[in-house]
């Protein structure tokens, strides 16, 4: 199966983007995400973006429940999941209708044309129901015409399953289908379908009769006569996995716990687009990891500060919505001075927002959203490996430095996936708690819970501790002692005293290094967050053109290292691309008076390198 | 916050240790809360368990301060969440003796969420409920208990709201222990905490606790001298119940209670309902004698441990999935899990 049989021509190509896009109920997330490990495995790199409606079951056929899955795969290094389509395969009207615009001039669609009847084209508002795949309005695309449905049916002639599950194998046949036009062999998606269907024999049988059917159809049909290859990316050497964002998360907080020596306990409530680091966590029960889905946000926090201050390593997650009601826990958790991750897989908000939408609109939130003074150590990942990394950098500082600690990710590199040179456990940084030591009798000094060291970290004294008995709560406490104060001199120490303790945490993280491009010239793009792969392409591209362009990423966030204003005087310009109104810019400008400019996109929708390009050249040329 | 001349290894704790903090207590000069802070401590005292294994966590109100006045761990969390705190506490601990110290407000309005759902869970946990029918730390609103009526700080005309039933909703919510007892009855108090203590579960005891500034004698009908013996019923596992001095008893006739006189022949002590802890429907009827102590004929009010049952606790059967867990896959190996078994390689 993986020589090409017939007279077809193999086009070698050097990167591919192709969006998948149909029904909500098509399976087109698993098309893509199989789609992407084989090509993974093959050794490409890859980006993804999953993009789907926030309605399971949106009405079918409409523009308002179509799902997308955009897969970048090159044999070259890969950053984002790419601006524009190479290739466009779409189940229906809707899904062209929605996603036309995403495909380059000249790419090719692929089209089940089952998908195109009048119904379908009604309910995607073509006018007069005209059909476009016939009517010359593509004529600037390729397009291939095929009747996946009649298709798959005939593939599953025979069988005693009924129209509906038959009908539901036609994302196979689609798979088997591009595995067949990039060159790929079905044995990946083969192996993933028996362990999916392992214990159902007959949709097994009929998902892997769609999935051969696909391919052979490629193979077979005259209309098609290049198939294309992607060679392996010469990535560096070593083992690799793919990852989601919200995988690497949960992988992260368990490495985390575990070279610190505690177990796990997650509370948290199911909300999107977060709910997949509980699903993940929830696996991983070996691991030591408890998880405890909550009645609801709050008492999700609440849970996790009870197993913190039982001694385990207490971690909660959300989104924006969930946050905002977690947010007087928080403020608890920061007077208490215990450890906490607190995740927020960030969306498009406000309020209920855009659910399956991303943005970067919870910056301030982070940094500011409690009452009283009550500063949080902000980190935010950059990539979907990157948030293993981050998140695992979240335990070591929650737990070394005795404070709540918070975590940005967002929708966007929560659900997208690239490849990961996993590291060894071994090689993880050590996470030591600092935990007090208990009394032995006779030992009658007085334990004080609040006695910092030279990090201005407290003693974690945790129940069971003989003679270290104390009590702790959320209202102002006597320096050294706990006790309760309201000493007005004993509160300003105190609130200097813990932004002092969280200013220091970014004395034990690695200083500030640019990214990409040039340490110092005309100007610098200052990012954090999934914005990452956007602007590091839109950098390379500059710099390859003659612009001394530098691309600085910040990833702990908040308090600023003290060596970034040095970094932004280095620059003529700053422009900080951001998916929200500007809110690192504000900070930025509070902080170290620079004259920021932000690029600011509020779509729910990443940036494109493009983007990002135009605006730092329109930028230059001021 | 060990005093010198006390002996500080707990771990076999000697019959004396005194629980009592070095912290100044500071409730209003005759609160109901000193009495119950006493008889937790005598009780604490007499089963000398060490200092150390014993967590009290509260949330907000006055009662809450409850935890900084004794000598053990403790946590004075934030308004209505000690029960979502105790449950990530017993999660991961379930070796400690971990008590919850709340109010009516705190539990039953702002943490009313908080409190149905540990009591589903039954979590391990004595929880002390201080019923004062007041808002008292907020100086003078009406709660969630305050009878339809109450004319407070925030009510002038009268509050307009039905009050919750506590026992009611906290069997509604499946708790497998419920008890009430009262401030001004300390030996009824001890025994239903011994009691309490015993049960492995959510316990849940409610305390009427008089709020001598804000709501002064809301429950004297059943605490004085002279009204205590007819307006209130103490139930014992497998007694009639008997009240008034022992001239009036009750009995089912079908599923409903009524009042019978045992002193003119019309009844006698075997015509009574004889109460049973274990009995589910009964305790559910039980917990419905809430009756305005002001109208002819009401019910009396009962007090002693209503219910109790014997379920698994969450903790316990978290702590099982993670040994499942371990038996049928060992170990987390974390290199194993990082790699994810599904790798390939460059170079």
Known sequence: METPTRTKTVEERRNVVILFAGDSGDGIQLTGSQFTDTNALFGNDVSTFPNFPA??????????????????????????????????????????????????????????????????????????????????????????????????????????????????????????????????????SEKFLEGKFGKKPELLEANKKALLAGYNYGDTSETFTTRFEVKPAPMPKGTYRSITGNQGTALGLIAGAQKAGLDLFYGSYPITPASDILHELARHKNFGVKTFQAEDEIAAICSAIGASYGGALGITASSGPGIALKGEAMGLAFMLEIPLVIVNVQRGGPSTGLPTKTEQADLFQAVHGRNGEAPIPVLAASTPTDCFEMAYEAVRIAVEHMTPVILLTDGYIANGAEPWQFPQAKDLKPITPPFATPKVAG???????????????????????????????????????GNISYDPLNHEKMVRLRAEKVRKVVENVPPLDISNGVDSGDLLILGWGSTYGAIRTAVNEMAAEGHTVGHLHLRYLFPFRKELGAILSRYKRVLI????????????????????????????MPFTAAEIKAAANEYLKQ | MTTANEVVNGSAAPAKVNYASDQEVRWCPGCGDYSILKQVETVLKEQGKPKEEIVFISGIGCSSRFPYYLDTYGMHSIHGRAPAIVSGLRAVRPDLSVWMITGDGDSLSIGGNHLIHLLRRNVDVNVLLFNNEIYGLTKGQYSPTSPEGAVTKSTPMGSVDHPFNPLALCKGADATFIARAMDRDP????????????????????????????????????????????????????????????????????????????????????????????????????????????????????????????????????NAQVEEAIAKKGVGDLDALLSGGRTWTIG
Request: net charge negative.
């Open chain 1, 577 to 604: 691309p951001e998916m929200n109104s500007g809110q690192l810019r504000q900070l930025i400008r509070a902080e170290f008076l620079v004259d920021a400019k932000g690029l600011n996109k509020i779509q729910g």
């Open chain 1, 55 to 188: 309605e399971i079951r949106a009405p079918q056929g409409t523009l308002a429940g179509v799902s997308g899955y955009q897969l970048h795969f090159g044999s070259v290094e890969l950053f984002t999941a790419g601006d524009q389509c190479d290739v466009l395969v779409v189940m229906n009207a809707a899904a062209l209708r929605a996603n036309l615009g995403k495909l380059k001039k000249g790419g090719t669609i692929i089209a089940n044309s089952d998908g195109f009847d009048s119904k379908n084209l009604r309910l995607a508002g073509y006018i007069d129901q005209q059909d476009p795949l016939t009517d010359g309005s593509l004529a600037n695309y390729t397009v291939h015409s095929v009747d996946v449905t009649k298709m798959t049916r005939n593939a599953l002639e025979g069988m005693t399953l009924g129209m509906k599950e038959k009908d539901r194998c036609k994302n196979m046949f689609v798979l088997g289908f591009v595995n067949w036009m990039y060159s790929r062999s079905l044995e990946n």
């Open chain 1, 443 to 481: 030992d009658m000094e007085k334990f004080l819970p609040y006695l910092r060291d030279e990090k201005g970290v407290r003693p974690w004294a945790v129940p069971g501790m003989a003679g270290l008995q104390h009590r702790i709560g959320g209202i102002e406490k006597e320096d050294g002692t």
């Open chain 2, 187 to 318: 030996k009824q108090l001890r025994e239903v905490l011994v009691k309490a203590d015993a049960h492995r579960g959510t316990s849940l005891i409610e305390i009427y606790q008089n709020c001598n500034v804000f709501n002064d004698g809301a429950f004297e009908v059943f605490t004085e001298k002279a009204t205590k013996p007819f307006h209130t019923l103490f139930v014992e596992h497998g007694k009639p119940l008997v009240f008034a001095n022992g001239t009036k008893g009750i009995k089912l006739d079908g599923m409903t209670p009524v009042i019978v006189d045992l002193t003119d022949g019309t009844a006698s002590l075997e015509d009574l309902w004889i109460h049973d802890e274990r009995d589910s429907f009964k305790a559910s009827i039980l917990v419905r004698l809430f009756d305005d102590q002001g109208h002819e004929g009401a019910m009396p009010r009962p007090f002693g441990v209503f219910y109790i049952a014997e379920r698994s606790t969450v903790e316990s059967r978290i």
